[in-house]
């Protein structure tokens, strides 16, 4: 009985270590918001007034998410002087943002945990989701 409860207080040391080891975002158990998309229809375009807002809360490159909408939308798009996207073509809120549910589900949130703490690693010339809450690595198809 005393190995057992030997085993049980070196297992909860080792796991103290490891958690004073995580970074504090993870430490965190709020669930990840996703600002919702300010968009209006000025003529034939759609202009996307918080594109910039949406990049800082995904903590991703704006040129990826841009091209990821376009080709989505099957549409050209451009990023003007304000950060704001301007797709050409007419798209209500709801069809914006799933598209960038779309695209958080893809490139964002881990597919092992689902935390949206990742970031883009390449290992081996090939691009890959490195979770920073879990350690899961997994490739990720288009980055």
């Given amino acids: ?9 070196e297992y909860e040391k ?3 270590r490891l958690y004073a080891c995580l970074p504090e975002s993870t430490k965190k158990h709020e669930r990840f918001e996703m600002p919702q998309v300010e968009s209006f229809i000025q003529g034939h375009k759609t202009i996307v007034r918080n594109f910039s807002a949406i990049l800082k809360a995904i903590n991703r490159d704006k040129k990826h998410l841009f091209k990821f909408i376009a ?14 996207l301007v797709l050409n073509g ?3 809120r709801e069809q914006v943002n799933k598209l960038i549910e779309s695209y958080i589900n893809q490139f964002i949130l881990c597919p092992e945990c689902k935390r949206p703490d990742t970031k883009v690693v390449e290992k081996h ?3 890959m989701l490195k979770c920073e ?3 899961a690595i997994s490739s990720v198809k288009g980055l």
């Fill in 14 to 16: 080792m796991l103290e």
């Fill in 71 to 84: 080709k989505e939308t099957a549409t050209s798009a451009a990023i003007d002087d304000n950060n704001r």
């Fill in 125 to 127: 010339g090939v691009k």
């Fill in 90 to 92: 007419k798209f209500n």
């Fill in 133 to 135: 809450a879990c350690g």
């Fill in 1 to 9: 009985m005393l190995a057992v409860t030997n085993y049980f207080m």
